[in-house]
Structure formats: structure tokens, C-alpha cells
């Protein structure tokens, strides 16, 4: 277990719906990336935050949107869904207030739009 | 901004060889390098990682290397066996905390 809670696990949807994807990073830590996966590719950065700010922005469609909140935790709002946009979304966390500056990745939430 | 390039796609080794991994990087301000593994369905998870100060790391049957002059960084992986296969990701960036660019991913397949 890496300390980094997704919510939920699974997700199915139908094109041109809106579904909000959760993390909650490692105790202490003040960084989250999201990344996507979809089906045999590799990992796209999306965005990161950093302490509640937006630190580096990556190929985010302007469909999707995210935010990290007081307590840490950040979402991942992804709008108007169209069927190319089922994909496994990582969030990861690092930068901890102990030191360790490793990133974690939590389990996933693998979305599927029909 | 940062490319990182992941060769082979794909490698398949017999149990007990070695398996080699390489990526190149563009921005020559990197200079974190870690590598995860990912099985099938599973989240990516750091096996090991290497900063620009040093040129090699190991830890057991993994090691890493780092060649700043020509921006590469390879994964090797001696006497494989079968919970070795995953695929592999190398990735940078210019600092620990700072989002990480990826790698293309190879898929290693150790046969028994």
C-alpha cells in the first residue's frame, strides 16, 4: 500500500456525462499529480498541485479541470465525456513535509465511458 | 519541454539472463531519474531512483546508471526471473517533487 487513496476504483459512465475522481495523497504530503493511462500506452502527465496551487500544467483537455483542497486532498473533474476519454487516471503525491520527495502512485480509478 | 525516450517496447529474456532498459532525456536541466514497475491492472511502483550526482545505484538485482554528458540512464536487471516480468517505465525531472516525464514503457517478459 503506498498511502495514496483513490476513489473510486471503477467508474462507468455515458458519453457526455461528468464524473469527479478523487485522491487523498500520503500523510504529509503536499504534492499531486494526475496522470493518465489509457489502454497499453504510457503515463500523461495532466496536472500537478502543490500546497492548494496548480504548480505545472501538462496535455489537460480544457474538458477536464482539478483542484487541491485545504486538507490536501484533490479532484479530478472530467466533463462532456466522450469515449475516447476511458483511460486508468493515477493520481501520485510527493514532496512530503518529512523529506521524502519520491513519488507514490495510488491504485487508480479506471474509467470507462460507454 | 522534457522528452524522454524508453528503448526497447518490449523484452523478453530467458529466466536467469539479464535484462537491459535504456532512456535518453532532452532537458539537461534533469537530474532525477526514477524507474517504476507496473504489473498488469496495478499501479506503477518506484523500484529505484537515481539523482544527477551520482553516476550508478544498485539495490540487489537492480541497478542504475546515469551518463549526464550524453543524457541516457539505463536499468538493468540480473538473474530475472519470472516476477521480474511487468512493464518498465523510466522517467525525469528536474527535481524530486517536480512532475515526472515518462517514458514510453517497455513490457519485459521473462520465460521460464
Known amino acids: 500500500d503506498s498511502g495514496v487513496t483513490q476513489t473510486p476504483k471503477h467508474l462507468i459512465t455515458a458519453t457526455g456525462q461528468r464524473v469527479t475522481l478523487r485522491c487523498s495523497p500520503r500523510?504529509?504530503?503536499?504534492?499531486v499529480y494526475w496522470y493518465q493511462q489509457s489502454l497499453d500506452q504510457g503515463l500523461q502527465f495532466l496536472i500537478q498541485?502543490?500546497?492548494?496551487?496548480?504548480?505545472a500544467k501538462g496535455n489537460i483537455l480544457e474538458r477536464f479541470s482539478a483542484q487541491q483542497f485545504p486538507d490536501l486532498h484533490s479532484e479530478l473533474n472530467l466533463s462532456s465525456l466522450e469515449l475516447g476519454d476511458s483511460a486508468l487516471y493515477f493520481c501520485?503525491?510527493?514532496?512530503?513535509?518529512?523529506?521524502?520527495?519520491?513519488?507514490?502512485f495510488g491504485q487508480g480509478t479506471r474509467l470507462t465511458v460507454v | 519541454g522534457e522528452n524522454v525516450e524508453q528503448h526497447p517496447s518490449t523484452l523478453s529474456v530467458q529466466e536467469g539472463d539479464s535484462a537491459v532498459i535504456k532512456c535518453t532525456y532532452s532537458?539537461?536541466?534533469?537530474?532525477?531519474f526514477p524507474w517504476y514497475k507496473q504489473e498488469l491492472g496495478k499501479r506503477p511502483q518506484l523500484i529505484i531512483d537515481?539523482?544527477?550526482?551520482?553516476g550508478e545505484k544498485k539495490d540487489q538485482r537492480i541497478a542504475v546508471t546515469l551518463n549526464k554528458t550524453a543524457k541516457h540512464f539505463s536499468l538493468h536487471i540480473t538473474e530475472t526471473q519470472p516476477e521480474d516480468s511487468a512493464v518498465y517505465f523510466c522517467?525525469?525531472?528536474?527535481?524530486?517533487?517536480?512532475?515526472?516525464?515518462f517514458g514510453g514503457g517497455t513490457r519485459v517478459l521473462v520465460k521460464p
Open positions: 501520485a503525491s510527493s514532496v512530503g513535509t518529512t523529506g521524502h520527495t519520491e513519488a507514490f
Open positions: 532537458d539537461s536541466a534533469s537530474n532525477y
Open positions: 498541485y502543490y500546497n492548494g496551487e496548480e504548480r
Open positions: 500523510s504529509g504530503d503536499l504534492s
Open positions: 537515481i539523482r544527477s550526482n551520482v
Open positions: 522517467a525525469a525531472s528536474k527535481a524530486a517533487g517536480n512532475k515526472l516525464t
